[in-house]
């Protein structure tokens, strides 16, 4: 708060405001950016793309894995394939040397012939395990190459869905950058607003704050070889200046309840000051006596008075009240500790707390205890206190 001592109210209370509403664009922009936010985790739990994304990802592993097991069935027929190669020419190699083998039978000997004979039977028995491994492997390779078919066919309709889902995988991507940003924008927001509710608070701090303070009224009249001080008693409203803790008697609503004390004062002592407007000291002048038993119904008040304001007061002391006159009117400060008000509705206005005469010797001489308000405020006047001071 130290650093806005020296403010001025005035200035203090419009940097305030400036910054009360700045405070509530920034508190507008963040219920917009939450809403935004909002929008767009609808958006994405409405149009089930979590859901999409899902089946996207599992889509994904699956053609990973179908790719690799396409490139392994390939792989494989084209084993089968160069071991079909390999047979058909081993077979093509077991039958030439059968036929040359029955060609040669005529021009050798019986015992040659009948070796002969057993090679090519053995070589015979070899051709038929041949062909029978041949015949094998070629079914296998159209069974792997039916496989090869369908898996390509299946990886074909997967790329396509995935092809036609990845705009859905796309925006869902956008929403969630979108989501990041909005809340990164209510995060630097909530920063934001969390500081200037801070700095804030503390201008509020800084503000004078509404007291009850006790002031003294009083005149001194001298009587022949004495004198006599008549004094009224009253709290009024009042801010406090910070560098000296003492009223700013300037202030426009302690001014107006000084003066209203003060009529009040002189209508106690005078009985009555006619009907002049509370506020202006130019127009209530010199007070003048009416009647030393009588009432007043000043125009501010919500009812006229059912108490006598001087009663059982000597003459002698009435004739000096007579002659009191508003300049001659001091104001004094109560040593009691202000009040600060808690309830402006309540608390506020002009209270006639008791009224003494004492003589030079500082002895009291009368006393009557009033102990009632001589003044409430208007709402407008509450309300504009209220404004001015951020109650």
Do not use: C
């Amino acid at each position: 708060m130290a650093e806005y001592a020296g403010w001025a109210v005035e200035d203090l209370l419009a940097e305030i405001k400036r910054e009360e509403e700045e405070l509530e664009s920034k508190r507008t922009d963040l219920r917009a950016a939450e809403e935004r936010r909002a929008e767009l985790e609808k958006a994405i739990i409405t149009e089930r793309l979590p859901q999409i994304e899902e089946r996207t990802r599992t889509r994904a592993a699956l053609i990973t894995a179908l790719t690799e097991f396409l490139a392994e069935q390939e792989a494989q027929v084209h084993r089968y394939q160069d071991r079909l190669k390999e047979r058909q020419a081993e077979i093509d190699r077991v039958t030439t040397r059968i036929r040359e083998l029955e060609a040669s039978l005529p021009r050798v000997s019986p015992v040659e012939r009948f070796i002969r004979r057993g090679v090519i039977a053995s070589l015979r028995r070899s051709l038929s395990s041949l062909r029978g491994w041949l015949t094998r492997d070629t079914n296998r390779i159209r069974t792997l190459q039916r496989e090869v078919r369908s898996n390509r066919s299946r990886l074909a309709a997967f790329s396509g869905w995935q092809t036609r889902e990845w705009r859905l995988v796309s925006r869902l991507r956008e929403l969630e950058d979108a989501i990041r940003e909005a809340s990164r924008t209510i995060s630097e927001l909530q920063t934001q607003i969390a500081e200037e509710e801070e700095e804030l608070k503390r201008k509020y701090e800084a503000l004078p704050k509404l007291f009850r303070v006790k002031i003294r009224l009083y005149a001194v009249k001298e009587r022949r070889n004495y004198y006599l001080t008549f004094q009224g008693f009253f709290d009024v409203d009042a801010i406090l200046d910070p560098s000296t803790g003492l009223p700013v008697w300037d202030w426009w609503l302690t001014k107006q309840e000084i003066q209203i004390a003060k009529y009040h004062f002189h209508g106690y002592w005078k009985g009555g000051v006619g009907k002049p407007k509370p506020f202006d000291v130019e127009e209530i002048g010199q007070a003048y006596l009416t009647d030393y038993m009588g009432t007043s119904t000043p125009e501010h008040l919500e009812k006229p008075t059912e108490f006598k304001y001087t009663k059982d007061v000597p003459e002698e002391y009435k004739r000096l009240a007579a002659t009191i006159t508003l300049r001659e009117t001091i104001i004094g400060l109560s040593n009691i500790k202000p009040r600060q008000v808690k309830d402006p509705d309540t608390e506020m206005g002009v209270f006639f707390e008791y009224a003494m005469i004492i003589d030079e010797n500082g002895y009291i001489k009368w006393m009557e205890r009033r102990d009632r308000w001589a003044w409430k405020p208007s709402k407008e006047i509450i309300d504009r206190v209220k404004k001015e001071l951020g109650l």
